[in-house]
């Protein structure tokens, strides 16, 4: 499981017990390197993510796919990896991570001891916040965050990630009962290797994103002097980021954007924000998921202040203007200003 390799390598050295941790990938790669590359070699679809879940399952949730769902290792798009990644033509995504032994062990490193569900009545059951029980396929499950979930069933863990997407919890987690479901009996028609070359071409041609340029090309010189008076541009550490700070008082505009993983940083920032909240004013805050985010009108998909920022997301590019020196109808005019000079694709 590609999120928690420091722990599976920790097992390994430690006892061992792992399936194939006295094995390196290059041993086992020299092993097979005679096999024909064309043949759908029956080790490669041994333990597949992506015989989870029907593909109409994923599209009813999600929208229509880009193109096949395709297996992921730690360095990218892998046949033998543990992760199936679906990808929709709106450039949202979904993961499901399978662990196929030594679950058990995996939940207690996560803080879930084997059998610590069922002695506290949550077998099944998985609290979330806001005081909401679900229940589910699994015998135990943690929800690490409101769309990042693992679920153990007899030894096996299954990990969904919905963050990237506008899933709710309850339909994030109708997809990961759907996958517990078959693990014992994975579909025999869905091979997640066979999407690994789409998805590259696909990353390759960088369908359907904008093509990036500098911060500073986005908010121009003209626009902070229009906003803070003379000002001069600050070293920034990459192109990225674009400061200006006033000459005549101390005052910094400060805007940055993201030209890619846009929609999983506004969801997760969101949350993060929340539960900071939540933190400092305790029982004075709402729950986080109690919380009614305002989502601004703009040239924008969603729009929020979090934190010390106005933050706003497009085509998965995300903009950012810190507050503490704009206002935030400032920040919504340096934002749509920006956003209008990107070349979007259609």
């Not at 991570?97 to 939940?107: H, P, R």
């Not at 998921?289 to 729009?303: C, L, T």
Request: aromatic share 4%.
């Amino acid at each position: 499981m590609q999120r928690i390799l420091a722990l599976i390598v920790l097992l390994c050295v430690g006892v061992l017990m792992l399936p194939g941790c006295s094995r390196s990938k290059d041993s086992t790669n020299s092993e097979t390197a005679t096999a024909d590359a064309g043949e759908d070699s029956s080790e490669s679809r041994e333990g597949d993510p992506c015989a989870l879940l029907e593909l109409r399952e994923v599209e009813a949730a999600l929208g229509p796919l880009a193109g096949p769902p395709y297996r992921e290792g730690s360095n990218g798009p892998d046949a033998e990896g543990s992760k199936c990644v679906y990808e929709t033509r709106d450039l949202r995504s979904l993961e499901l991570d399978v662990t196929w032994s030594n679950g058990a062990m995996i939940m207690k490193m996560l803080g879930m001891p084997a059998g610590a569900a069922e002695q506290a009545g949550l077998k099944g059951k998985l609290p979330l916040p806001g005081g909401v029980t679900v229940t589910g396929e699994w015998d135990e499950a943690k929800a690490l965050s409101c769309c990042e979930i693992n679920a153990l069933r007899g030894d096996q863990v299954v990990f969904i990630n919905f963050m990237n997407t506008r899933l709710t919890e309850q339909q994030g987690i109708d997809l990961l009962n759907a996958s517990l479901k078959r693990l014992d009996a994975p579909l025999k028609n869905i091979n997640g290797a066979s999407g690994i070359e789409a998805a590259e071409a696909r990353a390759r041609s960088a369908a359907g994103r904008p093509k990036p340029v500098p911060a500073c090309q986005l908010v121009t010189l003209e626009d902070a002097t229009a906003l803070l008076g003379p000002v001069e541009v600050l070293p920034v550490k990459n192109e990225q980021q674009c400061q200006y700070r006033a000459k005549a008082k101390m005052a910094v505009l400060d805007f940055s954007v993201a030209w890619t993983g846009g929609y999983r940083a506004f969801r997760s920032d969101s949350e993060l924000a929340g539960k900071v909240i939540k933190g400092l004013l305790g029982d004075l805050a709402k729950d986080p998921a109690d919380v009614q985010h305002v989502d601004y009108p703009g040239p924008w998909e969603q729009a929020e202040v979090i934190a010390v920022d106005f933050v706003a997301v497009r085509k998965d590019v995300l903009m950012r203007v810190d507050l503490r020196s704009a206002s935030l109808e400032q920040a919504k005019l340096i934002v749509t200003k920006a956003m209008n000079r990107v070349s979007w694709p259609p």
